[in-house]
């Protein structure tokens, strides 16, 4: 028999194919850069949220005997950080799903670093004015250089679940390191080699850090320890010890930074 | 892009192009109209060679089915080679022959040489125009040999191959129903490929060869593990044709455990990639058109397809679940702090990976188009349950049959030694 090659076929598979991988591409350009938009939009409202924290602040320390402003204070910068850390994770979505636009998505992931680096100071700040019983962790952490990491921050999300608002958790991708010098400058006063990294209450915690272990650290830097969660004595105990081990101690902080 | 993200995109593309490109032929196919020079009162005489190896609990219903044909007695030659049997297979086949002896019956008694040698064995005590296979496993309906002569008279005169619409008999278990739904869609796939003449496998259950043709072919390889699929390559290769002969129904058992289905499919996987590369001349060979083009590709590419989906499966499913899995223990398995968002429901549509989604259920919708067509093709009805067997046969079942593909392609490159 002679043999055909149905051209015409292959062709009129081949466009509509086209057709269809171009409709589908086209959907996800188009979805990417309202992504982009709306990630720049909740990064700007994250900039006036804070100017307006800022502000707060100012008020509050110009016009100290106003007793009721700490109040007011603790309640904007527990919401402000709730906005952040909803606007982060739902932009860590964006850029997990974003394949066109990636130079402009680190940019904001770069805005969001400087954004959780100002809130993070500013809730030590806000705490040492107000004494409002909340516990700070600054996360070290890199996307690329660390299968271990997700771990970490697994166990962070653990706690954050438990005491809401009175743990603050600001995460630090240090991939973005070599276009944010910031984070340099952090690095070198904690003194940071390796990730995961957490700092809580001013001390430093390599590597991962377990469930009880974290959990008492935690605990150990509330004001109020009563309202901790389900951690015996001896647990904490054990964990103190471990936390010699691990911790790097103030001073020492203070003379590599 | 990411490298893992183009390599994903190529696979939709390139599996989007072949279910276009089928779905291309099937509108085609409908403009055209069927074959209607059909002679009359063609009955040619026919032999239909049933190899058997301990095949004592399906045998006798196999011959009976055989001897139920409706075609004329004086022109049916029944040739049973009996490949070595040690069960009772032997007396079955006596028993049957003791109450038939109207019928020309030829029984071959041999040492067990595997199928490709009984096949030629039965080969050479044929005396009809055009000779059948029949599996001992399997059963032929009545009028399936009246509509493949009737196929041969009304289409060219070039072909040498028609094959059946093969369907799984009464499937009742789990893997059965499975298969069964497999089977019914190889119907409908195998139509549209005898259509573009890319037809690379002549069932073992009641393929209809032309006698002379395969003879001058050499007849079978008895050194191959698809001796039904080698034959249909080699008359490929002389560019003689295959046909799909449609509503021309043959049942076979098919596997009933898993491990049934993986012995079965090993085989057929084994032998099929060693026929690919035995006739590796004809990938993208213009000289031998769609068939060198197009499905030579598709079969070549089933095998990546099978590793890269097995990989992927692993990379996207297995592993980020083993991860959840691992997170669970670091927490001491208390998700109490969890529950608190389990009735969040994210409706956020921009956190989804649109382009993916997109593409993946235009080829869902494709595949639930295509297994519409083919129960329609095939003249068969899903059953209320049926529908359940879809969820499985969609997202499972080709995980597993790439996942024996690839545990194949490891048994070969690590020289795990291949009994014939």
């Given amino acids: 028999m002679e043999r055909k090659i149905s051209k015409e076929k292959y062709i009129l598979a081949a466009l509509l194919t086209l057709l269809i991988f171009s409709l589908g591409l086209t959907l996800g350009i188009l979805l990417d850069s309202v992504r982009l938009q709306k990630s720049e939009k909740l990064s700007k409202q994250q900039e006036v949220d804070y100017g307006s924290l800022q502000l707060q602040y100012l008020y509050l320390t110009t016009f100290s005997e106003n007793e009721d402003s700490c109040s007011v204070l603790k309640v904007a910068l527990d919401k402000s950080i709730k906005d952040l850390s909803v606007s982060l994770e739902k932009f860590d979505q964006y850029k997990h799903n974003s394949n066109f636009n990636k130079d402009e998505f680190n940019m904001v992931a770069r805005r969001y670093i400087l954004d959780n680096i100002k809130y993070w100071l500013f809730a030590q700040k806000s705490q040492q004015k107000c004494a409002i019983d909340l516990v700070t962790v600054l996360y070290f952490y890199s996307e690329n250089d660390c299968s271990i990491c997700p771990d970490q921050g697994v166990l962070l999300t653990y706690y954050k679940k438990i005491y809401g608002e009175r743990l603050l958790i600001f995460p630090i991708n240090a991939d973005h390191e070599e276009n944010e010098a910031m984070i340099t400058v952090l690095k070198s006063k904690y003194n940071i080699t390796q990730y995961p990294t957490v700092i809580i209450g001013n001390k430093k915690y390599e590597s991962v850090v377990k469930k009880q272990q974290l959990g008492s650290i935690i605990c150990n830097n509330f004001i109020n320890k009563d309202t901790c969660y389900n951690i015996g004595e001896s647990e904490v105990d054990q964990s103190e010890e471990l936390d010699a081990k691990k911790e790097v101690n103030d001073s020492e902080v203070n003379k590599s930074g | ?420």
């Avoid at chain 2, 060219?156 to 059946?164: A, H, L, N």
């Avoid at chain 2, 790439?402 to 690590?414: G, K, P, R, Y």
């Fill in chain 2, 1 to 420: 892009m990411e490298f893992v993200n183009i390599i994903l995109l190529s696979i939709y593309f390139i599996s989007l192009y072949f279910t276009i490109f089928w779905i291309v032929v099937f509108i085609e196919d409908k403009k055209q109209s069927a074959p209607t020079n059909k002679k009359k009162e063609f009955s040619p005489s026919i032999s239909v060679i049933i190899p058997a190896y301990n095949e004592q609990e399906s045998i006798e219903k196999t011959l009976l089915s055989v001897l139920s044909l409706e075609y004329p007695k004086e022109k049916l030659q029944i040739v049973i080679v009996n490949d070595g049997s040690t069960d009772n297979t032997t007396a079955i086949i006596s028993s049957v022959i003791d109450t038939h002896k109207e019928y020309d019956i030829v029984v071959i008694n041999q040492q067990n040489k595997g199928k490709g040698a009984a096949l030629n064995a039965g080969l050479n005590k044929v005396t009809g125009e055009y000779f059948a296979c029949l599996d001992a496993d399997s059963f032929v309906h009545k009028n399936t040999l009246r509509k493949m002569v009737d196929f041969y008279a009304a289409a060219e005169s070039d072909i040498v191959i028609v094959t059946p619409t093969l369907k799984v008999a009464s499937p009742k278990r789990f893997w059965q129903k499975i298969q069964a739904i497999e089977y019914i869609i190889s119907i409908f796939i195998a139509k549209l490929m005898s259509k573009v003449d890319c037809l690379y496998v002549a069932p073992g259950p009641f393929s209809l060869y032309k006698t002379a043709v395969i003879k001058k072919l050499g007849g079978f390889d008895e050194n191959n593990l698809t001796e039904d699929q080698e034959i249909a390559y080699r008359v490929q290769k002389n560019n003689l044709k295959i046909k799909q002969c449609p509503s021309a129904d043959v049942y076979t058992n098919a596997p009933k455990t898993f491990s049934e289905l993986y012995v079965q499919r090993n085989r057929w996987f084994k032998g099929g990639l060693f026929n690919a590369l035995k006739y590796k001349n004809m990938l993208l060979n213009k000289s031998y058109g769609d068939f060198g083009i197009l499905q030579m590709s598709i079969n070549v590419m089933l095998f990546i397809f099978s590793i890269t989906t097995i990989s992927f499966f692993f990379y996207y499913a297995i592993m980020p679940l083993l991860r959840r899995f691992y997170h669970l223990y670091l927490v001491g398995f208390d998700i109490k702090p969890f529950l608190q968002d389990i009735f969040t429901i994210n409706l956020d549509i921009l956190s989804l990976n649109i382009t993916t989604m997109f593409i993946v259920n235009i080829a869902l919708l494709i595949t639930i188009f295509l297994i519409y067509i083919s129960y329609k093709n095939a003249e068969q009805q899903l059953g209320f349950f049926d529908y359940l067997y879809l969820i499985p046969y969609l997202f499972i079942y080709y995980i597993i049959l790439s996942f024996i593909a690839v545990v194949i392609v490891l048994e070969l490159l690590f020289g795990k030694k291949q009994k014939w």
